[in-house]
């Protein structure tokens, strides 16, 4: 009974990480390509990054807090999978958007806030990719959390990349942002 619920637990949480893949190739199955597919591609991707992210980062105070302790074990699936759909939204900038044109891509950087705060937060979500599994995680010990705190300056990042790149409507980059605070404050409290 005990091994059927833990299964369930992390098919749940393996399907709420896929379901923006799922979602978005249900929308184009139903209404086709969007009219510009590589902004509808980035945006998607960019959103479903800062979703993950956040959701990831909630894992904590809803455990401390909110007495849900099964869902301590979803953190790692979250946060990969918050970094892969932003590792997938930074290779359709620079592999679809600008055809990998260095020049280009840095001029159009350099040029705007909101890019570089993008780049920073994926950045520091690298090396957090790169050392998500058991096995680095024995390696380096007390230095792999350490090193994982990252994902707070990443979040913030990535929060303040949406709020900068949209022009008219900030309410959804703005509440993203705003939830990302309180999370962070949370720890913050804790310590």
């Known amino acids: 009974m005990r091994a059927a619920s833990a299964t369930l637990r992390s098919l749940i949480v393996w399907l709420l990480c896929i379901s923006p893949l799922l979602w978005y190739g249900g929308v184009v199955a ?5 009219l510009d597919p590589i902004a509808a591609l980035t945006a998607w991707s960019g959103d479903a990054a800062l979703v993950l ?3 990831s980062l909630a894992v904590t105070p809803l455990v401390r807090w909110g007495g849900i ?6 953190r790692r699936p979250l ?9 997938a939204h930074t290779l359709v900038y620079v592999g679809i958007d ?3 044109a260095w020049s280009f891509i840095w001029a159009n ?6 890019l570089v705060v993008g780049i920073l937060s994926m950045i ?3 090396p957090l990719l790169i050392t998500s599994t058991r096995g680095w995680q024995q390696r380096m010990g007390m230095r792999w959390k350490q090193l994982h705190t990252l994902v707070y300056p990443a979040a913030i990042a990535a929060g303040l990349h949406f709020l900068w790149l949209v022009k008219s409507d900030i309410r959804w980059p703005a509440t993203g942002l705003a939830v990302i605070g ?10």
């Open 124 to 126: 520091l979500l690298v």
């Open 79 to 87: 946060g990969v999978s918050a970094g892969l759909y932003a590792l």
């Open 182 to 191: 309180v999370l962070l404050a949370l720890r913050l409290r804790r310590r």
């Open 69 to 74: 302790k099964f869902i301590a074990a979803w």
């Open 30 to 34: 139903v209404r086709g390509l969007p």
């Open 109 to 114: 950087i350099s040029a705007k806030r909101h």
């Open 98 to 100: 600008y055809a990998w």
């Open 53 to 55: 992210l956040i959701a």
